[in-house]
């Protein structure tokens, strides 16, 4: 059974960054796409950053040149680099990956929150 395990959420103040990790395990297939959406107290999920295997990554325009998204293909492994943090980036993050096959997943989310 395919799981989604995620670290490296936490407390961190503005300008901080963070890396979040999202580990597929149980899965005998790399994922086509990895990536990460985020949903903020009373708003909706929202993607944040996602990459699928051979293409360019794709970043919500709130998160372009302070996020980067990477992945591991031999560990099925994706990473968020988080930096230059705002406060409007607290929320519950998760991680997402689609099969070969068609199957979504989603991790049980990581939360990050932003304060001074």
């Known amino acids: 059974q395919v799981q989604l395990v995620e670290s490296g959420g936490g407390l961190v103040q503005p300008g901080g960054s963070l890396r979040l990790s999202c580990v597929a395990s149980?899965?005998?297939?790399?994922?086509?796409?990895m990536g990460w959406y985020r949903q903020a107290p009373g708003k909706e999920r929202e993607l944040v950053a996602i990459?699928?295997?051979?293409?360019?990554?794709g970043y919500a325009d709130s998160v372009k040149d302070r996020f980067a998204i990477s992945r591991d293909n031999a560990k099925n492994t994706v990473y968020l680099q988080t930096n230059s943090l705002k406060p409007e980036d607290t929320a519950v993050y998760y991680c997402y990956a689609r099969s070969p096959y068609g199957s979504t997943y989603w991790g049980q989310g990581t939360q990050v929150t932003v304060s001074s």
């Open positions: 149980g899965s005998p297939f790399s994922m086509i796409d």
């Open positions: 990459l699928a295997s051979g293409h360019r990554p």
